[in-house]
Each structure stands twice: as structure tokens, then as C-alpha cells.
């Protein structure tokens, strides 16, 4: 089955700068790469997401980098803000496998204002 | 404001108890999942619905019991738990099993004593 490892498991910014965290998948047939966020007693909540026909997605501060070759995707939060400090979790997902995702283990970001 | 309302927001059983956590969506989504979540921990998938019919039990013990009466209610039987269940439980609604973006509730917070 799929695997997803996620890196790194805990990342501290300071305010303004940016943050980059790294996941690697295992199974090249693998189509479908969201990033959940999730605060701390919330719910995880979809922040952006990637098929595997596009290279690079943006939404404002979040960027999504995927390459298919080397099998890894990253997630990019530019201008960080204090309310982006939160878990984000990865996940890879087969087309034929009915979307059932495969998550990463998860980065606690923390924000220093 | 979200959009999988899930009650009880908290529980907490004896091992020897029944109860049930439910789970509503007017999304009109097809797909419906109950997730199990460990403290810092990512999501671990336990049932998928389709179109109101289970299509993927991921070995989850039988005092876990899942139901889905219609398209927009899904419930989650409890009977006989162990201390090592207690976690939040988590649902989520997609509008297929296509790869198309998880809808996650708030979760119940599960405490089994």
C-alpha cells in the first residue's frame, strides 16, 4: 500500500518568514495530494490540494509543489502569520483506490510573533 | 460554521455502555467516512460509504459498528469499548470517491473508562 512520510515533524518560524514542509509517497500511481491544517482541537481543514497533471499550485501565501519523478510534494506558507501556527498534514490518494488518503504524520508549525 | 455537524461533541462511557456518535451533511455528498484520530496523530480511516453502502471496512474491530440510514446521516454504534478507543472521532463527507476534497466535522472527543 501507499506510504507518506512527512517532514519535518515540528518547524518554528519567526513572523514573516516562510515555512516549508516536505512529504515523499511510494506509490507512483498515486494521483490526488492534499494538505489538511488542523489547530489544536479543531477540525483538519482542506488548505490546498494538487493532481498529479499539474506541477505547482498557489492560493495567495500557500504554494504547492509536486514532482512526480522524485515521488515528493512540498507545501510553501509565504509572509507567515501567527494563525498559521497549527498541524498540517499531507496525504496521497490512488484514483482507483476510491479516495481513501494516506496521511503524512504531520508538522506542528509554530509561528513566533 | 461548519459543514458536517457531528453530536456528541464529547462522551465519555463505561466499557460496559452503548452509545452512538452521529454525523449529518446537506452537501449532497455521496461519500461518507468515520475517522479515528490519537493525540498527535494523523487521521486513521475506519469506514467508507458510498452512495449510503459500505464500501471499505479497514479492519476495525466489531464493537465498532457504522450505519448510514440515508445520504445525509451516518451514525457510529459503540458497544464494549476498551481505554485504548478513547480519541476523537472524526467525520467526513466528500461529494465521491473520486479524489474530491474531504469535508472533516468537529469531531466527538471519546473518553472510555
Known amino acids: 500500500g501507499e506510504n507518506v512520510e512527512q517532514h519535518p515533524s515540528t518547524l518554528s518560524v519567526q513572523e514573516g518568514d516562510s515555512a516549508v514542509i516536505k512529504c515523499t509517497y511510494s506509490d507512483s500511481a498515486s494521483n490526488y495530494f492534499p494538505w489538511y491544517k488542523q489547530e489544536l482541537g479543531k477540525r483538519p481543514q482542506l488548505i490546498i490540494d494538487i493532481r498529479s497533471n499539474v506541477g505547482e499550485k498557489k492560493d495567495q501565501r500557500i504554494a504547492v509543489t509536486l514532482n512526480k519523478t522524485a515521488k515528493h510534494f512540498s507545501l510553501h506558507i509565504t509572509e507567515t502569520q501567527p494563525e498559521d501556527s497549527a498541524v498540517y498534514f499531507c496525504?496521497?490518494?490512488?484514483?482507483?483506490?476510491?479516495?481513501?488518503?494516506?496521511f503524512g504524520g504531520g508538522t506542528r508549525l509554530m509561528v513566533k510573533p | 460554521d461548519t459543514e458536517v455537524t457531528q453530536t456528541p461533541k464529547h462522551l465519555v462511557m463505561g466499557m460496559t455502555n452503548k452509545k452512538s456518535l452521529k454525523c449529518e451533511q446537506h452537501m449532497g455528498h455521496r461519500a461518507m467516512y468515520w475517522y479515528k484520530q490519537k493525540a498527535k496523530k494523523p487521521p486513521e480511516l475506519m469506514f467508507v460509504?458510498?452512495?449510503?453502502?459500505?464500501?471499505i471496512n479497514e479492519s476495525v474491530p466489531s464493537r465498532f459498528s457504522p450505519e448510514c440510514p440515508n445520504s445525509s446521516l451516518l451514525n457510529l454504534h459503540l458497544h464494549a469499548l476498551q481505554p485504548e478507543d478513547s480519541a476523537l472521532y472524526l467525520c467526513?463527507?466528500?461529494?465521491?470517491?473520486?479524489?474530491?476534497?474531504?469535508?472533516f466535522g468537529n469531531g466527538t472527543r471519546l473518553t472510555v473508562t
Open positions: 496525504a496521497a490518494s490512488l484514483n482507483n483506490a476510491g479516495n481513501m488518503l494516506t
Open positions: 467526513a463527507s466528500s461529494r465521491d470517491r473520486g479524489n474530491s476534497p474531504l469535508h
Open positions: 460509504y458510498s452512495y449510503e453502502k459500505l464500501s
